[in-house]
């Protein structure tokens, strides 16, 4: 790996082509994997690649003039001081946050680059070409706010804000809400029928905790294995394995921990509150996201966790 002040005029130049080469590539993953659910936003990164292209041109017209037509192949992990990129392809599906954050990143990057190379350099053409770079490197947000205002149209905004709201709910809310319910409503009947048992806490935080932990297991593997989301856009199946699963857990745990208490009746108190609690998020989760009516959300939760609530009671007092 070579340092950036060893480099001579002709490898800065062909560093400067491959900068430009991999810059607009990754704007045409990024316009490729946005294309799908965010059209408009794809073709901002459109422009944006076709800019990056311009630049590699002049780079390599002006390195043919000063040095003839082999360019040397020098990378940015040859060379010390780059920022690591993650590949585009292990980030998906892509999300506009994420890249829009990227996108800035580089354009910083390429801006210090040519003003460092521009001081660098003593032969004017040269040094002309990177100050110009790097001055459009500059300007290149203001342009790619121009390519947005121009490209997204107040109702075009709107579809992409709600296809991106889509995408939430499927891959982050669903598998969560899932979780939720289950290890709420599920752990109900072993938590409180342990507890109406032994009218021991321990016992019954114990019983608690496993189930939680045994049923936030199941249910992320379950949902990881469901499906990859190639398909159906939900999205990596780990992570949303990983999320139901620790919704899950996070469910059962809510109620358990009151069990801490070593004051029985104290705990059987606080769990039963924090069990309307549970219930009260989880309906209002499925009226925020999934479009439930308030009524209907309140009782499809409540009749549910009431049924495994009296199961528990009954089987704990038998």
Not at 113 to 132: H, I, N, P, S, W
Not at 174 to 184: C, F, H, K, T
Request: some cysteine.
């Amino acid at each position: 790996m070579r340092n950036f002040d060893s480099l001579s005029v002709r490898e800065i130049l062909a560093l400067a082509i491959s900068l430009e080469e991999e810059d607009e590539r990754v704007y045409a993953d990024f316009a490729e994997g946005l294309r799908d659910n965010f059209a408009a936003s794809a073709a901002v990164f459109d422009g944006m690649r076709d800019e990056e292209s311009g630049h590699r041109r002049r780079l390599i017209e002006l390195y043919r003039q000063r040095f003839g037509e082999h360019i040397p192949l020098i990378r940015r992990h040859d060379v010390k001081g780059f920022v690591q990129r993650k590949p585009t392809w292990l980030v998906r599906p892509l999300g506009l946050d994420v890249v829009r954050k990227q996108a800035s990143t580089m354009e910083v990057e390429s801006r210090q680059f040519y003003e460092k190379a521009a001081a660098r350099t003593q032969d004017a053409g040269v040094r002309q070409l990177l100050d110009d770079l790097a001055q459009e490197e500059r300007s290149h947000e203001d342009r790619a706010e121009k390519l947005t205002a121009d490209k997204l149209q107040p109702d075009v905004k709107r579809e992409e804000d709600e296809a991106r709201r889509r995408l939430f709910v499927l891959q982050i809310v669903q598998p969560g809400l899932a979780g939720l319910m289950d290890g709420s409503v599920s752990t109900l009947a072993p938590v409180f029928a342990a507890a109406l048992a032994t009218h021991k806490s321990w016992d019954a935080f114990l019983v608690g905790l496993a189930a939680s932990l045994g049923a936030g297991i199941s249910m992320g593997f379950a949902e990881a294995l469901s499906d990859d989301g190639s398909l159906t856009g939900r999205g990596h199946p780990w992570f949303r394995g990983l999320i139901c699963g620790a919704m899950t857990s996070l469910g059962g745990i809510g109620h358990t921990l009151p069990f801490l208490i070593k004051d029985f009746r104290a705990a059987m108190v606080a769990a039963i509150v924090v069990v309307l609690v549970e219930l009260g998020v989880i309906s209002w989760i499925r009226h925020r996201y999934m479009d439930t009516p308030p009524l209907s959300a309140a009782l499809q939760v409540g009749l549910g966790g009431v049924l495994v609530f009296l199961t528990g009671v009954l089987i704990g007092s038998s």
